[in-house]
T-cell receptor, first 111, second 115 residues
């Protein structure tokens, strides 16, 4: 079964708008990661947030984590057409090195 | 560094044939992961290695799938015999210290089509 579930499954916005994607998970975690996948390419790591952190920033990305609600959100501010991609959250399920990926949110940014 | 290298990038084969996918991880990385991505099932972890040793192969679909890592710079994923339902994009990824607390670096993937 999926550990992480993204919401929405698809999101279409205009360039310059903000995009928010959510991820919910089922079991306790040590950290949560967000990845981006451009069409036909491998996944690229965006940001990692640990369970004792509530918010993290990287450029135009802002990630929040609420362990009490078992949820995380990824905010992309001032979106660009180049941000068009699928975005995945991934959670660790044990100490051994395994990540479980959600189904992803497909973001389309129209110029 | 060239990143994670996978070959071939595309593979088209007929049902029943043996398929071998190859991966060269980033030099110095201790962990190597094999994933499969389909529209129906998303991104699934098949198996991962730590220091060339298989740690968890619970995601390997069935005995037709096997993976090896004979040394730190090379891994193979073999499907024998292949079936149409094996059609997917197969990704290899590596990480420096731990896959769950460290960044995973993905290769470009191998798109497999089994006719």
């Amino acid at each position: 079964s999926q550990q992480g579930e993204e919401d929405p499954q698809a999101l279409s916005i205009q360039e310059g708008e903000n995009a928010t994607m959510n991820c919910s998970y089922k079991t306790s975690i040590n950290n949560l990661q967000w990845y981006r996948q451009n069409s036909g390419r491998g996944l690229v790591h965006l940001i990692l947030i640990r369970s004792n952190e509530r918010e993290k920033h990287s450029g135009r990305l802002r990630v929040t984590l609420d362990t009490s609600k078992k949820s995380s959100s990824l905010l992309i501010t001032a979106s660009r057409a180049a941000d068009t991609a699928s975005y995945f959250c991934a959670t660790d399920v044990d100490q051994g090195g395994k990540l479980i990926f959600g189904q992803g949110t497909e973001l389309s940014v129209k110029p | 560094d060239a990143g994670v290298i996978q070959s071939p990038r595309h593979e088209v084969t007929e049902m029943g044939q043996e398929v071998t996918l190859r991966c060269k991880p980033i030099s110095g990385h201790d962990y190597l992961f094999w994933y499969r991505q389909t529209m129906m099932r998303g991104l699934e972890l098949l198996i991962y290695f730590n220091n060339n040793v298989p740690i968890d192969d619970s995601g390997m679909p069935e005995d037709r799938f096997s993976a090896k890592m004979p040394n730190a710079s090379f891994s193979t994923l073999k499907i024998q015999p292949s079936e149409p339902r094996d059609s997917a994009v197969y990704f290899c990824a590596s990480s420096l210290i731990s896959g769950s607390t460290d960044t995973q670096y993905f290769g470009p993937g191998t798109r497999l089509t089994v006719l």
